[in-house]
């Protein structure tokens, strides 16, 4: 990997607006330095401390799939979204898989989303609001969306 890397991965959103819950593309960027292991997280326009943990875990678990010292690089995330405050624990999955492509040098489709929580093990995991992801996802002309396996 290159002293320093940027890439990018698109995301579906969910924000509240007059009591009607409503979907939305998102974007995260990631950048890697040299570093020691840091974590930084820039939310336009806010977050909630569960997408902070969420973004931690989900750096964890990529550097432990792409089995590497993640100890000598600094992470640099930067999530875009038209929603008031970025929540929720559903960007995991698509940070892991943007942080596991850029640490093993990988193209990300950059015509999907990528809906999903990361647990332990490495396991994406459902998420709440699928149908609004999934609607926001047409309307923004978003073709292919990766969902959780187990998302019933």
Do not use: W
């Not at 579906?12 to 330095?33: R, W």
């Not at 799939?65 to 600094?74: E, G, K, L, Q, W």
């Amino acid at each position: 990997m290159a002293v320093t890397s940027t890439g990018h991965i698109k995301l579906l959103a969910v924000f509240q607006e007059d009591e009607v819950f409503k979907g939305s593309p998102a974007d995260v960027e990631l950048e890697i330095k040299d570093g020691t292991g840091r974590v930084f997280l820039e939310t336009i326009p806010l977050s909630k401390v569960d997408t902070q943990i969420s973004t931690r875990f989900a750096k964890e678990m990529a550097c432990k799939f792409a089995d590497v010292d993640c100890s000598r690089y600094d992470f640099f995330y930067t999530i875009k979204s038209p929603a008031g405050i970025v929540g929720g624990p559903s960007a995991g999955g698509a940070i892991s898989a943007l942080t596991v492509a850029m640490l093993k040098d990988l193209e990300v489709d950059q015509e999907a989303a990528f809906t999903g929580t990361i647990n332990s093990g490495e396991l994406i995991g459902p998420v709440g609001s699928l149908k609004e992801k999934l609607v926001a996802a047409k309307e923004s002309g978003i073709k292919t969306v990766l969902i959780p396996a187990v998302q019933s």
